[in-house]
């Protein structure tokens, strides 16, 4: 009973020491699309992925409700690192719902504005902060009313600085000039307590953890497997320290303290039978100040684990050569490494000639009907002397350019259409991403890799009705110097039993370093003597390895590779069933160079409507 009554105290008592207006929230998932368009657009780093932040102790005086909650210690501020924007999942700082809504894009513009390096560099907050929001009103002179809105709602939910002690009354005006004149406060009055978060500002003391994980330390971490809540992306603040000793201890004359101090330590690769209890330390965690973050060589289950499931030679897809060297880009030194990532190209050791399954026979059907019907599909040809009608458009460009000249002769008289025969001079290759993620499960009946096989029967049937050239490869890696390449059909091979063999044996692989993959598919491609060459990338998640190759480094990689394709003429696109997708994919292909599939299931059904589309667009049919 008295349990009870105290679950029910302290949720009445935290409700009503609670600040901020519910009824008014605006959460981040709410405005995510338009504010990373909003925040790309200023100028922000398009690389940056918007997501939400984690609260972060301040040294505020907390009023009389909150020290009796015990809340009120702890809040959300803006920041940005090299990898993501951190905003807060949810604001609801005014009564106003657009005015909380407006205060996400105002900190997205102040993350977002190109501000001079000496900005960056210095160390006192509060000027930080009014230099920043000089150089974004002046850059963005149109935000000027939503600031200035922004600052007398603000202002007016502020301590009044008449009832506070002269040194808190004194700190307060400098905030409230400062946020009203920006630039005219430069240094903080001292006072006992920090002042009050200012929220229309960027964190003071952002909360970095750089330096606690290297390339080595980070081998454990299972890269494919994202996580898409918000409360589950939030950055942790942690420092290093030493591994506590392990010795064994005598229960009952363990002191108190020196039982709670070695019950926080615990390791973070434990064995699948703990994981019911990740809630739990997520809200640990949620609680903690400051995370204590110790190295511990020892190997882990998880590693062992790893390890032990690698196929042994004789099991192994069968190595078609020792391998090939490709560079991959390091952005932090700004250029391309030479020899990094050595690609292994594969064929199925297990594969058994087969036709295709019957669940896909008719489907198969109705694509290789459409399908056989491009290459005799007629196509109007612009731009001829003579033709079957007449261009209206090149019929009025001419006479304009008669008119304003003067001359009967001006401008070019091929002002009819031709019908001819499409030629489809096309080359495609699709590669298809192989890693450990798609194990997953789409449904209660199928897996990610079961759709991307169908989807692959189906890709396969459709170009070999069309007679265009095709090839279809698979990719997956573990880390630089091994990167699988399996082959499953090549150019110069017929589409037959022994290619839907090799699809039927397709199989969730290790990791995804998708930059070597689509280098080495470029090469490939390449050689290909077809006018159009159309490189399609089939994938469920980001680029990621077991070493350095995840988050910035990952993406900048292979946007490079990206860019690489397009400057040898080949036209990358990428088909994703990734729900983040819209967080990078944006930035690597372009808002045009993508799409995502919501249902995955839809995928087998979508992938050869898409290759008839973007074909159809790229041969002007």
Same mark, same amino acid.
């Given at each position: 009973?008295?349990?009870q009554?105290g679950?029910?105290?302290?949720? #009445?008592? =935290?409700?009503?020491?609670? &600040? /901020?207006?519910?009824?008014?929230?605006?959460? !981040?998932? *709410?405005v995510?699309?338009? +504010?990373?368009?909003?925040?790309?657009?200023l100028?922000?780093d398009?690389?940056?992925?918007?997501?939400a932040?984690?609260a972060?102790?301040h040294?505020?005086?907390?009023n009389w409700?909150?020290?009796?909650?015990?809340?009120?210690?702890k809040?959300?501020?803006?920041?940005?690192?090299?990898?993501?924007?951190?905003?807060?999942?949810?604001?609801d700082?005014f009564?106003?719902?657009?005015l909380?809504?407006?205060?996400?894009?105002?900190?997205?513009?102040?993350?977002?504005?190109?501000?001079p390096?000496?900005v960056?560099?210095?160390?006192?907050?509060?000027?930080?902060?009014?230099?920043?929001t #000089?150089? =974004?009103?002046?850059?963005? &002179? /149109?935000?000027?009313?939503?600031?200035?809105? !922004?600052? *007398?709602?603000?202002i007016? +939910?502020?301590?009044?600085?008449?009832?506070?002690?002269?040194?808190?009354?004194?700190m307060?005006?400098?905030i409230?000039?400062?946020?009203?004149?920006?630039?005219?406060?430069?240094?903080?009055?001292?006072?006992?307590?920090?002042?009050?978060?200012?929220?229309?500002?960027?964190?003071?003391?952002?909360?970095?953890?750089?330096?606690?994980l290297?390339?080595?330390?980070?081998?454990?971490?299972?890269?494919?497997?994202g996580?898409?809540?918000?409360?589950q992306?939030r950055?942790r603040?942690?420092?290093?320290v030493e591994?506590?000793?392990?010795q064994?201890?005598?229960?009952?004359?363990r002191?108190?303290?020196?039982?709670?101090?070695?019950?926080?330590?615990?390791?973070?690769?434990?064995?699948?039978?703990e994981?019911?209890n990740?809630?739990?330390?997520?809200?640990?965690?949620?609680?903690?100040?400051?995370?204590?973050?110790?190295?511990?060589?020892?190997?882990?289950?998880?590693r062992?684990?790893?390890?032990?499931d690698?196929?042994?030679?004789?099991?192994?897809?069968?190595?078609?050569?020792e391998?090939?060297?490709?560079?991959?880009?390091?952005?932090?030194?700004?250029?391309?490494?030479?020899?990094?990532?050595?690609?292994?190209?594969m064929?199925?050791?297990n594969?058994?000639?087969?036709?295709?399954?019957?669940?896909?026979?008719?489907?198969?059907?109705?694509l290789?009907?459409?399908?056989?019907?491009?290459?005799?599909?007629?196509q109007?040809?612009?731009?001829?002397?003579?033709?079957?009608?007449?261009?209206?458009?090149?019929?009025?460009?001419y006479?304009?350019?008669?008119?304003s000249?003067?001359?009967?002769?001006?401008?070019?008289?091929?002002l009819y259409?031709?019908?001819?025969?499409?030629?489809?001079?096309?080359?495609?290759?699709?590669?298809?991403?192989?890693?450990?993620?798609?194990?997953a499960w789409?449904?209660?009946?199928?897996?990610v890799i079961d759709?991307?096989?169908?989807?692959v029967?189906?890709?396969?049937?459709s170009?070999?009705?069309?007679g265009?050239?095709?090839?279809?490869?698979?990719?997956?890696?573990?880390?630089?110097?091994h990167?699988?390449?399996?082959?499953i059909?090549d150019?110069?091979?017929?589409y037959?039993?022994?290619?839907?063999?090799?699809?039927?044996?397709?199989s969730?692989?290790?990791?995804?370093?998708?930059?070597?993959?689509i280098?080495?598919?470029?090469?490939l491609?390449?050689k290909?003597?077809?006018?159009?060459?159309?490189l399609?990338?089939?994938?469920?998640g980001k680029?990621n390895?077991?070493d350095?190759?995840e988050?910035?480094?990952?993406?900048?990689?292979?946007?490079?590779?990206?860019?690489?394709?397009?400057?040898?003429?080949?036209?990358?696109f990428?088909?994703?069933?990734d729900?983040?997708?819209?967080?990078?994919?944006?930035?690597?292909?372009g808002h045009?160079?993508?799409?995502?599939i919501?249902?995955a299931?839809?995928l087998?059904?979508?992938l050869p409507?898409?290759y008839?589309?973007?074909?159809?667009?790229?041969l002007?049919?």
């Amino acid at each position: 009973m008295e349990e009870q009554v105290g679950q029910i105290w302290d949720r #009445l008592i =935290t409700r009503v020491a609670k &600040q /901020g207006y519910a009824k008014a929230a605006v959460t !981040l998932d *709410q405005v995510k699309g338009p +504010l990373g368009v909003f925040f790309r657009a200023l100028g922000g780093d398009s690389a940056l992925r918007v997501t939400a932040t984690t609260a972060t102790l301040h040294k505020a005086r907390r009023n009389w409700l909150q020290r009796v909650a015990g809340s009120g210690r702890k809040v959300e501020l803006a920041w940005q690192d090299e990898t993501c924007l951190y905003l807060p999942a949810q604001l609801d700082v005014f009564p106003d719902r657009q005015l909380n809504r407006d205060l996400y894009f105002w900190l997205a513009a102040m993350a977002g504005a190109r501000v001079p390096a000496e900005v960056h560099q210095s160390r006192n907050w509060i000027v930080d902060n009014q230099q920043r929001t #000089l150089h =974004t009103l002046r850059q963005f &002179q /149109g935000l000027h009313p939503r600031y200035l809105s !922004l600052v *007398q709602a603000y202002i007016a +939910l502020r301590p009044e600085p008449e009832r506070l002690k002269p040194e808190a009354a004194a700190m307060e005006q400098a905030i409230q000039q400062a946020l009203i004149q920006p630039g005219s406060v430069t240094a903080l009055p001292e006072a006992r307590f920090a002042p009050d978060p200012v929220a229309l500002w960027l964190h003071p003391d952002p909360p970095r953890s750089a330096g606690l994980l290297n390339s080595d330390d980070a081998q454990d971490r299972n890269a494919s497997k994202g996580q898409t809540r918000q409360t589950q992306q939030r950055r942790r603040q942690a420092e290093r320290v030493e591994k506590p000793e392990e010795q064994g201890f005598t229960m009952g004359v363990r002191h108190e303290a020196d039982l709670f101090s070695f019950a926080e330590f615990s390791k973070m690769d434990r064995a699948t039978d703990e994981e019911d209890n990740l809630d739990q330390a997520e809200n640990i965690a949620n609680d903690i100040d400051k995370m204590s973050v110790a190295q511990d060589n020892t190997t882990v289950a998880s590693r062992i684990k790893f390890d032990l499931d690698l196929p042994s030679e004789q099991e192994d897809d069968i190595p078609l050569s020792e391998g090939v060297l490709y560079p991959e880009w390091d952005f932090k030194k700004d250029q391309l490494l030479p020899n990094q990532c050595r690609i292994i190209p594969m064929m199925s050791r297990n594969a058994v000639d087969c036709e295709l399954p019957d669940h896909l026979q008719k489907p198969a059907r109705r694509l290789r009907r459409q399908f056989e019907s491009l290459s005799a599909r007629p196509q109007w040809i612009r731009g001829q002397y003579e033709g079957d009608k007449l261009d209206l458009d090149a019929y009025l460009d001419y006479r304009g350019a008669i008119a304003s000249s003067g001359s009967a002769h001006a401008g070019d008289p091929r002002l009819y259409y031709q019908k001819r025969p499409l030629i489809r001079d096309m080359a495609c290759l699709l590669l298809a991403d192989l890693s450990l993620s798609t194990d997953a499960w789409v449904n209660d009946t199928s897996q990610v890799i079961d759709v991307i096989r169908d989807s692959v029967h189906l890709f396969a049937e459709s170009l070999h009705a069309s007679g265009d050239q095709f090839a279809i490869h698979g990719f997956s890696s573990r880390r630089r110097e091994h990167v699988r390449f399996n082959c499953i059909k090549d150019f110069n091979e017929n589409y037959d039993a022994r290619v839907r063999g090799r699809i039927a044996d397709i199989s969730p692989g290790f990791y995804t370093r998708m930059g070597a993959a689509i280098r080495h598919a470029t090469d490939l491609l390449g050689k290909q003597p077809a006018q159009k060459k159309l490189l399609l990338l089939l994938t469920d998640g980001k680029p990621n390895d077991l070493d350095r190759y995840e988050g910035r480094y990952g993406v900048e990689d292979t946007r490079k590779a990206i860019l690489e394709a397009r400057n040898q003429g080949l036209i990358p696109f990428c088909i994703t069933i990734d729900e983040e997708a819209n967080q990078y994919l944006p930035y690597l292909f372009g808002h045009q160079g993508y799409t995502f599939i919501r249902q995955a299931e839809q995928l087998p059904k979508r992938l050869p409507q898409l290759y008839m589309t973007l074909t159809g667009k790229l041969l002007g049919g």
